[in-house]
């Protein structure tokens, strides 16, 4: 097997790509989404302790499990979990520490390019005068969104220029990716993690002394009263499991945890490296820029203009590209100029930072098992992508895109961190594991997290992957209770939509792929879930023919 020559240039670049690659778009689009969703303040409490006792221990983990890996020559988890053990099973556990990578890396690209066109928009004052409705009529057509799709119309988008863009930003991350950790990724976080700080800093400032606007008829439209509702705890949380479920899934998104990303970055560090203080430090650079400026810019401004209520039943995804520059051109045009490229400008320095991190994996894995070459693996990387991505952008509106982020964003985190918590604790050993992250540590890690990794931990990431499983409708506290009162009355179940064993059979779904001679929506996303799993299929082929080449080679040098 080829021997890998990568490395980083220095700590700080190390650090700054680490954290680079936990800053994405979910710090600015989706955190504060989630928070607003779950009761504001009611989120908080959940979502700290869900990263002290799983974010954290998480951390250290995979940091350990990568520098493990890495010092035996392995740089992607397959070969990574396969030296952590005498089971061969590990390795193809570890699959999903690529696999997860490119499924979200085919989504993930298209959105970044739509950052990267709205930047450019941005700077040339295209949203100058224009109303929110405006606003966002510009986004469907500049994304091909037609809005009239039934069943029996099957909507087929070709948006041109977002093609263009997506193609454009893809070959952009195989150029970064082609030069090497020191001599691509580690030089553009260096430039994009200051930058992103820097255009949050000056958008936070500008929501949090916005205050009242004055706007008609709006009496919360303050951007105090939406810090307030973000900010104000409220204990009542404690006791509902859709908000812990919430929180805790947030966290996995945010901290990049269970994609095996932090795997394959850790695989580079040196035996005796510090990866204690690495992985706090890249940590809680996330956690600054996820709480102090994430929840200082969408819903502080649109409170502002909107009004809490409206904010309430309109936050989601799209408010960064349908709402955002309607709310900046409030600010006249020169400083609406300004908002609009620093606000898509970090949202795209995040994104960058992020996919290229999540490209590495497979990168890393092709190079130590097959010898390719770094820009050889670069390019077909890119080549997948752009298969992968393609259902994404042409059925975008046939659910393709959410189909990926459920099952690759969201379901293979967890899977995959349940997995590794049990693989480092319990078969690895907890007390090798320690010995793993306490090794070379600048910092004293405290012994009672010891504890939590082994017992806590597993215990918490297990919890939500079975009620993320069996989740009742509505997910509160009261709709737990009447589940389990008609299960033990009626033998049936009330599955909520989003739990994955009501998603994976279309539960409370009508099974149909055809209608009046048309595919359906159902049709479409189950074609997405077979690429996916052909995709799965082709990387575990992959994993099984380089361990036979392994054992081959240990063969020969034994002889």
């Known amino acids: 097997m080829a021997q890998s020559n990568e490395g980083w240039g220095s700590r700080v670049g190390l650090i700054l790509a680490m954290a680079g690659n936990a800053v994405g778009l979910g710090n600015f689009l989706r955190f504060p989404v989630q928070a607003i969703q779950n009761g504001g303040g009611a989120f908080i409490i959940p979502y700290f302790v869900s990263f002290l006792l799983m974010g954290i221990p998480l951390l250290w983990v995979e940091w350990a499990m990568g520098r493990f890996g890495g010092v035996r020559g392995n740089h992607s988890t397959p070969f990574i979990m396969d030296s952590m053990s005498k089971k061969r099973l590990w390795k193809y556990v570890g699959v999903f520490g690529i696999f997860t990578n490119l499924g979200i890396l085919a989504y993930y690209t298209y959105i970044e390019s739509w950052t990267l066109t709205y930047t450019l928009k941005s700077l040339a004052q295209s949203f100058t005068g224009m109303s929110r409705g405006q606003v966002s009529t510009m986004f469907d057509s500049y994304a091909g969104v037609h809005g009239t799709m039934t069943d029996a119309l099957v909507a087929i988008n070709i948006p041109g220029w977002a093609i263009v863009a997506f193609l454009v930003t893809l070959i952009l991350n195989i150029y970064i990716l082609s030069k090497g950790l020191s001599g691509g990724v580690e030089k553009v976080a260096k430039i994009a993690m200051p930058l992103l700080i820097l255009f949050g800093v000056f958008l936070a400032i500008r929501a949090v002394t916005l205050g009242s606007t004055g706007m008609a008829g709006c009496s919360t439209c303050n951007s105090g009263i939406g810090l307030d509702f973000l900010w104000k705890p409220k204990l009542d949380s404690l006791a509902n499991p859709k908000?812990?479920?919430?929180?805790?899934?947030?966290?996995?998104?945010?901290?990049?945890?269970?994609?095996?990303?932090?795997?394959?970055?850790?695989?580079?560090?040196?035996?005796?490296?510090?990866?204690?203080?690495?992985?706090?430090?890249?940590?809680?650079?996330?956690?600054?820029?996820?709480?102090?400026?994430?929840?200082?810019?969408?819903?502080?401004?649109?409170?502002?203009?909107?009004?809490?209520?409206?904010?309430?039943?309109?936050?989601?995804?799209?408010?960064?590209?349908?709402?955002?520059?309607?709310?900046?051109?409030?600010?006249?045009?020169?400083?609406?100029?300004?908002?609009?490229?620093?606000?898509?400008?970090?949202?795209?320095?995040?994104?960058?930072?992020?996919?290229?991190?999540?490209?590495?994996?497979?990168?890393?894995?092709?190079?130590?098992?097959?010898?390719?070459?770094?820009?050889?693996?670069?390019?077909?990387?890119?080549?997948?992508?752009?298969?992968?991505?393609?259902?994404?952008?042409?059925?975008?509106?046939?659910?393709?895109?959410?189909?990926?982020?459920?099952?690759?964003?969201?379901?293979?985190?967890?899977?995959?961190?349940?997995?590794?918590?049990?693989?480092?604790?319990?078969?690895?050993?907890?007390?090798?594991?320690?010995?793993?992250?306490?090794?070379?540590?600048?910092?004293?890690?405290?012994?009672?997290?010891?504890?939590?990794?082994?017992?806590?931990?597993?215990?918490?990431?297990?919890?939500?992957?079975?009620?993320?499983?069996?989740?009742?409708?509505?997910?509160?506290?009261?709709?737990?209770?009447?589940?389990?009162?008609?299960?033990?009355?009626?033998?049936?179940?009330?599955?909520?939509?989003?739990?994955?064993?009501?998603?994976?059979?279309?539960?409370?779904?009508?099974?149909?792929?055809?209608?009046?001679?048309?595919?359906?929506?159902?049709?479409?996303?189950?074609?997405?879930?077979?690429?996916?799993?052909?995709?799965?299929?082709?990387?575990?082929?992959?994993?099984?023919?380089?361990?036979?080449?392994?054992?081959k080679t240990a063969k020969i040098t034994k002889l």
Request: proline content about 3%; charged content about 15%; glycine content about 8%.
């Open 243 to 551: 908000v812990w479920l919430a929180a805790a899934g947030q966290i996995f998104f945010t901290l990049s945890v269970g994609m095996g990303t932090i795997h394959c970055y850790a695989a580079y560090v040196k035996k005796n490296d510090d990866i204690a203080l690495n992985a706090m430090s890249a940590g809680w650079m996330n956690e600054f820029v996820e709480i102090v400026l994430g929840a200082s810019i969408v819903i502080p401004i649109a409170v502002g203009y909107m009004g809490l209520d409206w904010v309430k039943d309109n936050a989601g995804f799209m408010m960064a590209f349908k709402t955002m520059p309607f709310l900046f051109n409030q600010w006249g045009a020169v400083l609406a100029t300004l908002s609009g490229v620093a606000w898509f400008g970090l949202l795209f320095f995040a994104g960058i930072t992020s996919s290229l991190a999540m490209g590495t994996p497979f990168i890393g894995f092709v190079e130590d098992e097959f010898g390719w070459s770094r820009i050889r693996s670069s390019v077909i990387l890119g080549v997948i992508i752009f298969v992968l991505a393609l259902p994404t952008i042409l059925f975008f509106e046939m659910g393709v895109f959410n189909e990926y982020d459920y099952w690759t964003g969201t379901v293979s985190l967890v899977v995959f961190a349940s997995a590794e918590i049990i693989l480092f604790s319990w078969v690895f050993g907890m007390d090798k594991g320690w010995k793993e992250i306490t090794r070379g540590s600048d910092i004293r890690v405290p012994n009672f997290y010891k504890f939590i990794i082994k017992w806590v931990t597993p215990v918490f990431i297990l919890t939500i992957f079975i009620t993320s499983l069996v989740k009742p409708l509505h997910g509160e506290m009261s709709d737990w209770q009447l589940a389990f009162h008609q299960l033990f009355t009626h033998g049936s179940w009330p599955w909520a939509n989003d739990s994955i064993i009501a998603q994976a059979f279309h539960l409370n779904q009508k099974w149909i792929w055809f209608k009046v001679g048309h595919p359906t929506v159902m049709f479409y996303k189950d074609m997405s879930r077979l690429l996916l799993t052909l995709t799965f299929a082709g990387l575990a082929v992959l994993v099984h023919i380089a361990a036979k080449k392994k054992r």
